[in-house]
């Protein structure tokens, strides 16, 4: 579903992605881990060509997106939902609004059936008398889910975190966390999700890969890394690092 | 900073800003042309510098005709004021100083905005959505700033001419009737056209100076500050520059 082929990337002198391999089956969840700063948030704009890696490959469905024409990676981004660190929503626009964006633009439904369709996805993740509201009253953990309910509003097939849980207190991660696994079940979507949070990585990985320096140095189960002999992975555990 | 890191940044910024010009008339041709959206754009734009430009234009025919009026005594010229505070308004106060307020106002307006919308990842989160950013926030922006500009400055041509009749009727016993009719008799069409005609070009400089470095903008919260000042400064040293060329070819073209 989603291959990665040797991608380099570097800004300037730093090298930010080095060589990085590896492929994730239709319908897994993998989980990116890594310190701050190591290249996990490029690797995953990398992947929606949001920035362009200096060489290597990235194939979504047999295709290679660094190929693709502009309409055609358009055609591909509408499968792809992505939720963003910030949640990223559109500050003008109230959640109804900023829901409706992407159903308005992308298909032909009715006033009627957007209206359904975004009540839906509010309820699905817990925010249906949120619809009126506007971003700037959100607190951090609603703007999450709503932003997670406007990447899903298009049923896409891919699903891409970026630090899903960051600026939340534990027990909202632990939601968050939740909410990534129902939504996974509900919907089947292949995900990566990039986060430095293990509670996160262990409750909703299949895979985790682990990411240092731009390098991968692992690739294995939740299980294989609990019991791995990897120092920044026994860090991670023991919650040493942030 | 440094001369040559200043002159490096003064040349980025340059070439910059020429791409994104270019950019513009690629993407305005293209469909979907979001009538809407520029629609909107315009509302708001009228509505947000409304009031300012009122004030403004008021004040510049009151104090040109209060400034005017003594000058034009002395040569016993005076019934020339209305016309002199028409000519003076509509070939160059007027345009210009709506332009240059429309810059501080609405240059600034959408520098930080686009500003914000960029390093809150908002710009990123469209173009995922597969949602062409450039053409749905520059795009509908800059039209909506040069089709705009043109309909204030008329509309502040128009005020300042009241503000003049009252500086007027302070030394003469005139009547507002006679007052339009001294003003119609002085201006002619080569007056108006080319006095409206160059608010388009200081429309679109305010438009896509903001939109340029709003959509640019980096370095967080010190970033959307920056791209909101300088979108004011640049846009303003624009539109002057452009006045000077403007009026220039005005000459040529209108002898």
New interface residues.
Partial sequence: MIKIENLHKRFGDLVVLDDVSFEVPEGQTFVILGRSGTGKSVLLKCIVRLLEPDSGKIFINGKNILELSHKELNELRKEIGFLFQSAALYDSMSVRENLAFPLIRHTDLSEEEIELRVKEMLRLVGLENAIDKMPSELSGGMRKRIGLARALILNPKIMLYDEPTTGLDPVTSKEIAKLILDMQRKFKMTNIVVTHDMVVALSTADKILLLDKGKLIFEGTPDELVNSEIEIAKEFLSNKLD | MNFTERLNQFFTTVGGLTAFTIRFFVEVFRPPYEIGEIRKHMDELGVKTFSIVSITGFIIGLVLGMQTQPVLARFGAEMFLPGTIALSVIRELGPVLTALIFAGRVGSGIGA?LG??RV???I?????????PFRYLVVTRVIATTLMLPLLTIYVDFIALIGGYIAVIITQNLTFAYYIHLVLEAITFSDVIPGVAKTFVFGFIVGIVGSYLGFNATKGTEGVGKASTTAVVISSLLILLFDMILVRLTLIIFP
């Fill in positions: 905005e914000s919308m809150t990842e908002q990123d989160a469209m173009e995922v959505s597969a949602v062409d």
